[in-house]
């Protein structure tokens, strides 16, 4: 394993900042109003790495809040992200089903696609909720979503568009009750009218398809 120096690259430092957009990853704040500073999502005490996944931006208030936090939270935070169910299809998937990963999230492909390569986003903790995911497991997925419509487009040159979405909630059409979010390559011509109109393929319409009678306007 290669020793971590305690210090992060010029290069390095300046992605961070420049992912970031300069603002700050947890209040948003301009980095004209707060200096940013590059801090380690998975601590370096608890295995955490140097790469560009496991860092983020933080202005110095947040990142000195973080840092004085009382022990206790942050074991017990540290403990949560580890949390698994063993009935759950998506705590259970194998190493060699991600496609890339990070700390917190894993990619791999829909064992249903509704179009070719499509993909899901999934959080290592086991979290029924996209709006229960923590700010970190966010930027993580974002990274992965992100990393994952790279890849695809760069590979196969026939996709001119995505489809983003989460299901959230039974009555929203979540199935498994583990936070998963699809990234759904679109290709011209793959339905007659992807803003609306018959087709068979109502999984891969437009998001406003999740409400039929409300798709034309």
Same mark, same amino acid.
């Given at each position: 394993?290669?020793?971590?120096?305690?210090?992060?690259? *010029?290069?390095?430092?300046? /992605?961070?900042?420049?992912?970031?957009? *300069?603002?700050?990853?947890? #209040? +948003?704040?301009?980095? =004209? &109003?707060?200096?940013?500073?590059?801090?380690?999502?998975?601590?370096?005490?608890? +295995? +955490?790495? =140097?790469?560009?996944?496991?860092?983020?931006?933080? #202005?110095?208030?947040?990142?000195?809040?973080?840092?004085?936090?009382?022990?206790?939270?942050?074991?017990?935070? &540290?403990?949560?992200?580890?949390?698994?169910?063993?009935? #759950?299809?998506? @705590?259970?998937?194998? &190493?060699?089903?991600?496609?890339? /990963?990070? /700390?917190?999230?894993?990619?791999?492909?829909?064992?249903?696609?509704?179009?070719?390569?499509? @993909?899901?986003?999934?959080?290592?903790?086991?979290?029924?909720?996209?709006?229960?995911?923590?700010?970190?497991?966010?930027?993580? #997925?974002?990274?992965?979503?992100?990393?994952?419509?790279?890849?695809?487009?760069?590979?196969?040159?026939?996709?001119? +568009?995505?489809?983003? *979405?989460?299901?959230?909630?039974?009555?929203?059409?979540?199935?498994?009750?583990?936070?998963?979010?699809?990234?759904?390559?679109?290709? &011209? !011509? =793959?339905?007659?009218?992807?803003? !609306? !109109?018959?087709?068979?393929?109502? /999984?891969?319409?437009?998001?406003? !398809?999740?409400?039929?009678?409300?798709?034309?306007?």
């Amino acid at each position: 394993m290669k020793k971590l120096l305690g210090i992060i690259s *010029g290069s390095i430092r300046w /992605e961070v900042l420049k992912r970031s957009k *300069g603002r700050c990853e947890v #209040c +948003g704040i301009s980095n =004209d &109003k707060k200096a940013l500073e590059v801090d380690h999502i998975k601590p370096r005490a608890n +295995g +955490g790495s =140097d790469k560009l996944h496991n860092l983020q931006a933080l #202005c110095y208030s947040c990142n000195s809040m973080k840092r004085n936090e009382d022990n206790t939270d942050f074991r017990l935070i &540290k403990l949560s992200y580890e949390k698994r169910d063993d009935d #759950c299809l998506f @705590c259970k998937i194998q &190493k060699k089903e991600a496609i890339v /990963e990070n /700390e917190l999230a894993y990619a791999t492909y829909d064992r249903y696609p509704v179009t070719s390569r499509h @993909c899901l986003i999934i959080p290592k903790r086991h979290v029924s909720d996209y709006f229960e995911l923590y700010q970190p497991e966010i930027n993580a #997925c974002n990274r992965l979503i992100t990393e994952m419509k790279n890849k695809i487009g760069k590979s196969d040159k026939t996709v001119k +568009g995505f489809n983003l *979405g989460v299901n959230s909630g039974v009555v929203a059409g979540q199935k498994i009750m583990h936070c998963h979010i699809h990234l759904i390559p679109r290709r &011209k !011509g =793959d339905i007659e009218n992807p803003r !609306g !109109g018959a087709s068979t393929l109502d /999984e891969i319409r437009g998001v406003r !398809g999740v409400m039929p009678l409300k798709q034309k306007y």
